[in-house]
C-alpha cells in the first residue's frame, strides 16, 4: 500500500546497523547497534505483562541497569493469571500449555525483577505533573538516576502524548528513544505535532506498523511503533530514506496469526 505524500514527514532515515531485540512479536523493537552498544541504562515506561526486551538486552549487555516503570502490573498480576488460568480448566476454557505458560511468566517476572540486581521495577504511573505518591514524571524519575547515556522505551497506551514536551529536558541523556504511539486515527493532529517536536532533537531510523489493531482512513495503521535516534550524537549526513516496510528478517507480525501490515513512503 503506498502512502500519502502527507506522511513523507513519517519517512526514516536509512541506516544500516539495525538488530531486533526481544521476541519476534509484541514487545520486541528494533534498535541501532552502534548506540545500544553505548548505553548503559534502559529506561522502560510501561510493561504489562511481556518483558522480552528487558530480559534480551541484560543478555546482550549484562552491564546494563534497568529501570521500568508500570502502575499496573506486580507479582500478584501474574499470580492471579496463574490462578485463572487453573480455575478454566475445569470449565474446559484453558489446558495445561496454557497453565504451563501462567507460571513460567510468574517465574521469570520473580527471577527478573525481584531476584535479578540488574532489574528495577517501580510500581508507578507515568504522569505529566504528580498528584500522587504512586506517580512519577521526567524530571522525577531522572533526578533519581545515577545514569548518563540512556535508552528509554515507551508503552504507555495513549498517555505517550502526555510527557512528550518534557523529553527535550533530558535528549542529551537519550541515546535511543522507543515509543509505541497509540490512537492515530482519533490523536492524528496530537501525533503529527508529537513527532515534529521531537524530530528536532531525534532521528526517525525505524517504523512497524502493530497489527494488533487496525488501520487508519489513509492505511496508515492506528498504532505504530517508532525508532528515534539522538541527532546530536549520532549525526547522520546521508539522508537516504527507508520507503518500504516491514523490512525483511527484521520487522516481524505483532499478531503472529494475522499477515503484518505492508506500506510504502513515496
Not at 525483577?113 to 505529566?128: D, M, S
Not at 510527557?163 to 509505541?180: Q, R, V
Request: hydrophobic fraction near 40%.
Amino acid at each position: 500500500m503506498k502512502l500519502s505524500k502527507n506522511l513523507n514527514y513519517l519517512r526514516p532515515i536509512k541506516i544500516n546497523n539495525l538488530f531486533g531485540v526481544g521476541n519476534k512479536m509484541d514487545g520486541g523493537y528494533v534498535v541501532p547497534s552502534k548506540a545500544f552498544q553505548h548505553i548503559d541504562s534502559i529506561l522502560s515506561f510501561g510493561l504489562g505483562d511481556n518483558f522480552s526486551f528487558e530480559q534480551h538486552a541484560l543478555i546482550l549487555n549484562n552491564k546494563l541497569n534497568i529501570i521500568v516503570y508500570d502502575h499496573t502490573v506486580n507479582i500478584f498480576y501474574f499470580f492471579k493469571k496463574l490462578l485463572k488460568s487453573i480455575k478454566r480448566i475445569f470449565y474446559f476454557k484453558s489446558n495445561l500449555v496454557n497453565i504451563l505458560n501462567k507460571f513460567t511468566s510468574l517465574i521469570n517476572y520473580t527471577l527478573f525483577f525481584l531476584i535479578n540486581k540488574k532489574a528495577q521495577y517501580i510500581h508507578n504511573k507515568i504522569v505529566k505533573k504528580i498528584y500522587f505518591s504512586n506517580e512519577s514524571n521526567l524530571k522525577s524519575v531522572f533526578n533519581n538516576l545515577k545514569g548518563e547515556n540512556f535508552l528509554v522505551k515507551i508503552d504507555i497506551e495513549g498517555d505517550e502524548y502526555k510527557i512528550i514536551s518534557d523529553i527535550n529536558n533530558f535528549s542529551k541523556k537519550i541515546h535511543i528513544l522507543i515509543i509505541e504511539f497509540h490512537n492515530l486515527d482519533k490523536k492524528r493532529k496530537l501525533f503529527k505535532n508529537s513527532i515534529i517536536f521531537l524530530k528536532n532533537f531525534f532521528n526517525i531510523i525505524h517504523i512497524h506498523g502493530n497489527n494488533y489493531c487496525s488501520l487508519c482512513k489513509d492505511k496508515f495503521p492506528e498504532v505504530v511503533e517508532f525508532t528515534f535516534l539522538n541527532k546530536n550524537i549520532y549525526p547522520l549526513n546521508k539522508k537516504k530514506f527507508q520507503k518500504n516496510f516491514p523490512i525483511k528478517d527484521l520487522d516481524f507480525p505483532c499478531y503472529q496469526l494475522r499477515k503484518d501490515y505492508i506500506f510504502k513512503f513515496q
